[in-house]
């Protein structure tokens, strides 16, 4: 993950980007209210579902994740 806004966008970064298409840039946000809410979400899904459960393989960590994302956007609710 970035969080320098210029990174992503010089040119040698880009060219390197397009010559190894499997690595992709994650530019995190940089004002601290949302620095605090994606370390929030990530606090949760540790506590949750992570630690509840063993992952054995990369594809049922993503599995985990991609259950407990869904989950949160299909509620209005809090997921703490």
């Given amino acids: 993950m970035l969080d320098i806004y210029r ?3 010089h040119p040698e ?19 601290p209210s949302s620095i605090n809410q994606v370390e929030t979400w990530f606090s949760i899904l540790h506590r949750k579902p992570i630690r509840a459960g063993v992952c054995r393989s990369v594809g049922s960590l993503n599995d985990v994740v991609h259950r407990f994302r869904d989950a949160g956007n299909d509620t209005k609710h809090k997921l703490v």
């Avoid at 970064?13 to 004002?31: E, I, M």
């Fill in 7 to 9: 990174t992503p966008k």
């Fill in 13 to 31: 970064t880009v060219a390197w980007l397009a010559r190894h298409r499997r690595f992709h840039l994650h530019v995190t946000p940089s004002s």
